[in-house]
């Protein structure tokens, strides 16, 4: 799977973006799919994660109520929008693909993704 995200930008503290994950080469709705971010000098993280049927949904605590994770796979399109966006969510957004069919709390984990996108820069400024 070769994923392609965007739609990262610089944004005022309380703003909104939408991130894009175009993906190509396999069939979408097989994988589950991720968002993970990683701020400058710092690990790469969780963020949100989506099953491969779109029934079931996870968040980092961090960005609960605030960021929505969906899926088109007509599209096969992820999305990530982030609303009531701080400071401390500036990073680079990555998205990223997993094998796992059933729902798990182990999509929040790395390892359990097989292929990742570029990355989008996010900024988010106070």
């Known amino acids: 799977v070769q994923l392609q995200a965007s739609g990262g930008g610089l944004v005022q503290a309380g703003g909104s973006l939408r991130l894009s994950c175009a993906a190509s080469g396999r069939t979408f709705s097989d994988y589950a799919m991720g968002w993970f971010r990683q701020a400058p000098g710092k690990e790469r993280e969780f963020v949100a994660a989506?099953?491969?049927?779109?029934?079931?949904?996870y968040y980092a605590d961090s960005v609960k109520g605030r960021f929505t994770i969906s899926r088109d796979n007509a599209r096969n399109t992820l999305y990530l929008q982030m609303n009531s966006l701080k400071p401390e969510d500036t990073a680079v957004y990555y998205c990223a693909a997993s094998p796992i069919k059933m729902s798990t709390p182990l999509l929040r984990l790395r390892s359990q993704y097989d292929y990742w996108g570029q990355g989008t820069l996010v900024t988010v400024s106070s």
């Open positions: 989506m099953s491969s049927s779109g029934g079931s949904t």
